[in-house]
């Protein structure tokens, strides 16, 4: 599966996003997705999951109550809305698709990845 993410942009703290990952190729419902998030010079971290059925979600402590993961099966996108940003959430964001029904927390647990759309969030 090929996955196309957009939606980045400049925004001032307090403000918000809707992140998209778009995906071509093989049956969307045939994976759990997850949003990573990278900042300059850091590692790769965990934002949130989604499980194949949109069932399930789980997110890191940074941004829980303030992301939204979603999925849309019949148009092969999910979603990531982000509320209350804050400067420490300035980061490329990447989609991530892993050939499974459950999520997980690991980039190594992923099999395929978008390009990333780059966030930055002034204070």
């Known amino acids: 599966v090929q996955l196309q993410a957009s939606g980045g942009g400049l925004v001032q703290a307090g403000g918000f996003l809707k992140l998209s990952c778009a995906a071509s190729?093989?049956?969307?419902?045939?994976?759990?997705l997850g949003w990573f998030r990278q900042a300059p010079g850091k590692e790769r971290v965990f934002v949130t999951a989604i499980t194949w059925s949109g069932g399930a979600t789980t997110y890191a402590d940074s941004v829980k109550g303030r992301f939204t993961i979603s999925r849309d099966n019949a148009k092969n996108t999910v979603y990531l809305q982000m509320n209350s940003l804050k400067p420490e959430d300035t980061a490329v964001y990447h989609c991530?698709?892993?050939?499974?029904?459950?999520?997980?927390?690991?980039?190594?647990?992923?099999?395929?990845w978008g390009q990333g759309t780059e966030v930055t969030v002034s204070s």
């Open positions: 991530a698709a892993r050939g499974s029904s459950g999520y997980a927390g690991r980039p190594d647990e992923y099999d395929h």
């Open positions: 190729g093989r049956p969307f419902s045939d994976y759990a």
